[in-house]
């Protein structure tokens, strides 16, 4: 096990981010790593970056000793103690089979002078090499030098073989121009020697990682909450306080704003209600000096306000001290806001040269294949693979952001079907930019090309001209004719339309593959807390017979296999191996002969129980014998109903992150989304569909 002591140069470095920014981007490249801060800072009993890592790493990190212990046994001159029990706990919590830890240091502080050498003993003691940490925002090039230096001299120094790099966080616009950002250029700050303390990381600055949740503003302000609607999703990139005229600030009404505006003014009022009836998502409307808006006011904004979730708070302040308190707000991550602390971490991870780390690992130990490395390899692949991605819903605001998302980090080439005037206008709403290499293509600009290549796709159903150009007014026909005509790699879509509407088409237009055994199925990529699984089927076939349910055994594991996980199939029922009976064990007892008949070399079981094919202390009693039970990675269930049933059931309950569903088994590339897909979602699932395209 190698060990990475992250060390601070002062308070404010953002150590708890990079740190565990630090364990994911370790997490990605397949490394079992684990994470212990020795000491807590904090007062109270549970320790931030603690609770982080049980949230965001699902750990259980050794728990620290508290800092006033600490103090205490240092003044009675028990140095080699504390650092005992430093080592006793760690060893207590950490088990075999880790390939890194990475351990957070202490933050000196002007009343805790002592910190700084503490860390060195610390990292000594367990013989870790070291990163030093600082924030970039608020010094110099040479005073950033003067300060690693500095602390690099109290582990040995710069060119101390265990003193590995550093990494500069929070930089600015002007020095990430200058010493770059990505992992593989960066360029050493003046006055360092360059291969003895190289940069590990330039982590920029990004206002959408310091963005609190307007409900932290309104738990600061003690606000009164007239409306809530999603006060607990919507972030606050932007304050605008309004002293000039409606006209003067409509220009602000973008995504992410907060309104802060005294209660009287109903100019303001009703225009940022008519921008979030518009579909701006503000971030707030907060109404100063404890005055509600008059009721005649509230009555005319309340279907904008309701339908649009904006919310909507009343401070007793007066603009200026609202305005005042909020600048002094405190930066930190609020320990429940967990999608922020996961935002910051996976930008840290994108931004640490992880191959200068992984060198000094050695070969990681064999275990599944986890989440962050699924996620960074999904991303990694498509970028490889260079594939043009249509998206018939151009003008759904989730399906912009992706495609500004994937555009701008080589994900795919994106192709959006709409309004371009429209899409330029919910862009603005929504304070982006789009690349100007961004394809937005009007469907009414090349729906005639296509009637004529589609009568001839479907002539044999009696299509004729005029019902062909009546079908290509749906977006989602005309972008799988583009599938069809080779035009584009891949279809994404049923973010506004439900699955049948995304893959008949495909059915008609693409058809399936013969040599995938005719038939279309799904699954889904599970992204449970320490590893990634595959279910299917769970959103085509209702009732697949026998014959089916091993085709779709034999897509799974193939689609498994694409994508970096070993494929051991379990062929789940409720009953396990031979202790019961009827049509539906049958079924699966068959199922599971023709996979085994069809693809000999495949490791492949059933029928078993869920937690039989999972769980192995499970698998110990109810089927010993068997090569998949209780390491189960592919799950192949019976029918829909179990299958879509289940795959819900274990993402809302354990709040697991599901990707799909994945097409498998059509001729080229087509894969639905859920209606209530996040950005995010539509990313991973575009990132899909270009490594399908690919393969």
């Given at each position: 096990?190698?060990?990475?002591?992250?060390?601070?140069?002062?308070?404010?470095a953002?150590?708890?981010?990079?740190?565990?920014?630090?364990?994911?981007?370790?997490e990605?490249?397949?490394?079992?790593?684990?994470?212990y801060k020795?000491?807590?800072?904090?007062?109270?009993?549970?320790?931030?970056?603690?609770?982080?890592a049980?949230k965001?790493?699902?750990?259980?990190?050794?728990?620290?000793?508290?800092?006033?212990?600490?103090?205490?046994?240092?003044?009675?001159?028990?140095?080699?103690?504390?650092?005992?029990?430093?080592?006793?706990?760690?060893?207590?919590?950490?088990?075999?089979g880790?390939?890194?830890?990475?351990?957070?240091?202490?933050?000196?502080?002007?009343?805790?002078?002592?910190?700084?050498?503490?860390?060195?003993?610390?990292?000594?003691?367990?013989?870790?090499?070291?990163?030093?940490?600082?924030?970039?925002?608020?010094?110099?090039?040479?005073?950033l030098?003067?300060?690693?230096?500095?602390?690099?001299?109290?582990?040995?120094?710069?060119?101390?073989s265990?003193?590995?790099?550093?990494?500069?966080?929070?930089?600015?616009?002007?020095?990430?121009?200058?010493?770059?950002?990505?992992?593989?250029?960066?360029?050493?700050?003046?006055?360092?020697?360059?291969?003895?303390?190289?940069?590990?990381?330039?982590?920029?600055w990004?206002?959408?990682?310091?963005?609190?949740?307007?409900?932290?503003?309104?738990?600061?302000?003690?606000?009164?909450?007239?409306?809530?609607?999603?006060?607990?999703?919507?972030?606050?990139?932007?304050?605008?306080?309004?002293?000039?005229?409606?006209?003067?600030?409509?220009?602000?009404?973008?995504?992410?704003?907060?309104?802060?505006?005294?209660?009287?003014?109903?100019?303001?009022?009703?225009a940022?209600?008519?921008?979030?009836?518009?579909?701006?998502?503000?971030?707030?409307?907060?109404l100063?000096n404890?005055?509600?808006?008059?009721?005649?006011?509230?009555?005319l904004c309340?279907?904008?306000?309701?339908?649009?979730?904006?919310?909507?708070?009343l401070?007793?302040?007066?603009?200026?001290?609202?305005?005042?308190?909020?600048?002094?707000?405190?930066?930190?991550?609020?320990?429940d806001?967990?999608?922020?602390?996961?935002m910051?971490?996976?930008?840290?991870?994108?931004?640490?040269?992880?191959?200068?780390?992984?060198?000094?690992?050695?070969?990681?130990?064999?275990?599944?294949?986890?989440?962050p490395?699924?996620?960074?390899?999904?991303?990694e692949?498509?970028?490889?693979?260079k594939?043009?991605i249509?998206?018939?819903?151009?003008?759904e605001?989730?399906?912009?952001?992706?495609?500004?998302?994937?555009?701008?980090?080589?994900?795919?080439?994106?192709?959006?079907?709409g309004?371009?005037?429209?899409?330029?206008?919910?862009?603005?709403?929504?304070?982006?930019?789009?690349?100007?290499?961004l394809?937005?293509?009007?469907?009414?600009?090349i729906?005639?090309?296509?009637i004529?290549?589609?009568?001839?796709?479907?002539?044999?159903?009696?299509?004729?001209?005029?019902?062909?150009?009546?079908?290509?007014?749906?977006?989602?026909?005309?972008?799988t004719?583009?599938?069809?005509?080779?035009?584009?790699?891949?279809?994404?879509?049923?973010?506004?339309?439900?699955?049948?509407?995304?893959?008949?088409?495909?059915?008609?237009?693409?058809?399936?593959d013969?040599?995938?055994?005719?038939?279309?199925?799904?699954?889904f990529f599970?992204?449970l807390?320490?590893?990634?699984?595959?279910?299917?089927?769970c959103?085509?076939?209702?009732?697949?017979?026998?014959?089916?349910?091993?085709?779709?055994?034999?897509?799974?594991?193939?689609?498994?296999?694409?994508?970096g996980?070993?494929?051991?199939v379990?062929?789940?029922?409720?009953?396990?191996?031979?202790?019961?009976?009827g049509s539906?064990?049958?079924?699966?007892?068959?199922?599971?002969?023709?996979?085994?008949?069809?693809?000999?070399?495949?490791?492949?079981?059933?029928?078993?129980?869920?937690?039989?094919?999972?769980?192995?202390?499970?698998?110990?009693?109810?089927?010993?014998?068997?090569?998949?039970?209780?390491?189960?990675?592919?799950?192949?269930?019976?029918?829909?109903?179990?299958?879509?049933?289940?795959?819900?059931?274990?993402?809302?309950?354990?709040?697991?992150?599901?990707?799909?569903?994945?097409?498998?088994?059509?001729?080229?590339?087509?894969n639905?989304?859920?209606?209530?897909?996040?950005?995010?979602?539509?990313?991973?699932?575009?990132?899909?569909?270009?490594?399908?395209?690919?393969?």
């Amino acid at each position: 096990m190698h060990i990475f002591y992250i060390s601070p140069t002062s308070y404010g470095a953002g150590l708890t981010s990079v740190a565990l920014g630090m364990v994911r981007a370790l997490e990605r490249v397949g490394m079992h790593v684990r994470f212990y801060k020795p000491v807590s800072q904090q007062s109270n009993l549970d320790d931030i970056s603690v609770l982080f890592a049980r949230k965001t790493l699902h750990q259980e990190p050794p728990l620290p000793l508290s800092f006033d212990h600490v103090e205490d046994m240092l003044g009675q001159n028990r140095r080699d103690d504390v650092l005992e029990e430093i080592v006793s706990r760690l060893n207590h919590a950490i088990g075999s089979g880790i390939d890194a830890l990475v351990v957070e240091g202490l933050t000196p502080t002007r009343n805790t002078p002592w910190v700084t050498r503490f860390n060195s003993d610390v990292a000594k003691t367990l013989s870790a090499d070291v990163i030093v940490v600082t924030r970039a925002d608020e010094n110099s090039p040479r005073e950033l030098v003067d300060l690693l230096r500095i602390s690099a001299d109290y582990h040995g120094g710069v060119r101390n073989s265990s003193v590995l790099g550093y990494v500069l966080n929070k930089m600015p616009a002007e020095l990430t121009d200058k010493y770059g950002t990505t992992p593989t250029g960066l360029k050493a700050l003046p006055r360092m020697p360059a291969k003895s303390f190289p940069p590990i990381g330039h982590i920029p600055w990004s206002p959408e990682l310091a963005a609190p949740r307007t409900r932290d503003i309104s738990n600061r302000m003690g606000a009164k909450v007239l409306h809530e609607g999603q006060i607990d999703s919507r972030r606050v990139t932007k304050r605008v306080l309004c002293a000039r005229s409606s006209a003067k600030v409509t220009q602000h009404l973008v995504a992410g704003t907060l309104i802060i505006a005294p209660g009287d003014r109903d100019d303001i009022v009703l225009a940022a209600c008519m921008a979030a009836g518009n579909g701006v998502p503000l971030a707030g409307l907060l109404l100063t000096n404890g005055e509600e808006p008059a009721k005649g006011i509230m009555r005319l904004c309340q279907p904008a306000i309701a339908e649009s979730g904006l919310p909507v708070l009343l401070t007793d302040t007066n603009s200026y001290e609202t305005a005042t308190l909020l600048d002094r707000m405190d930066p930190e991550v609020p320990v429940d806001d967990v999608e922020r602390m996961e935002m910051v971490m996976d930008t840290v991870a994108e931004h640490i040269d992880i191959e200068k780390l992984r060198s000094h690992c050695g070969r990681p130990h064999k275990h599944f294949l986890t989440p962050p490395a699924f996620r960074y390899n999904l991303m990694e692949r498509a970028q490889q693979a260079k594939k043009r991605i249509v998206l018939p819903e151009g003008e759904e605001p989730r399906t912009i952001q992706a495609a500004v998302i994937c555009q701008n980090k080589g994900i795919a080439e994106c192709v959006l079907l709409g309004n371009p005037e429209r899409i330029h206008d919910i862009a603005r709403g929504l304070d982006i930019t789009l690349p100007e290499d961004l394809a937005i293509i009007a469907p009414d600009t090349i729906r005639q090309q296509y009637i004529a290549p589609m009568v001839e796709l479907r002539k044999h159903k009696g299509l004729n001209e005029a019902m062909a150009e009546a079908q290509l007014e749906d977006t989602v026909v005309l972008g799988t004719m583009m599938l069809a005509q080779d035009e584009v790699d891949g279809l994404v879509s049923g973010a506004i339309h439900t699955t049948a509407n995304t893959i008949r088409p495909a059915f008609q237009l693409v058809k399936t593959d013969p040599q995938a055994g005719g038939l279309v199925s799904s699954v889904f990529f599970m992204l449970l807390p320490d590893q990634v699984v595959v279910y299917g089927d769970c959103a085509v076939n209702p009732d697949p017979s026998a014959e089916e349910l091993a085709i779709i055994a034999l897509q799974s594991a193939r689609s498994a296999q694409a994508f970096g996980i070993e494929p051991r199939v379990a062929m789940i029922s409720y009953s396990t191996g031979q202790s019961g009976h009827g049509s539906d064990v049958e079924k699966v007892r068959e199922a599971t002969r023709i996979a085994k008949e069809q693809a000999p070399e495949l490791l492949i079981d059933g029928p078993l129980q869920y937690d039989a094919a999972a769980i192995a202390s499970v698998a110990a009693s109810k089927a010993p014998n068997s090569p998949v039970a209780g390491q189960a990675t592919v799950f192949i269930f019976p029918d829909l109903n179990t299958g879509n049933t289940t795959y819900k059931a274990v993402q809302r309950s354990a709040n697991v992150v599901s990707v799909g569903p994945m097409l498998q088994g059509l001729n080229k590339p087509v894969n639905d989304l859920s209606r209530g897909a996040l950005v995010d979602d539509i990313v991973y699932t575009i990132a899909l569909t270009a490594i399908q395209a690919g393969n």
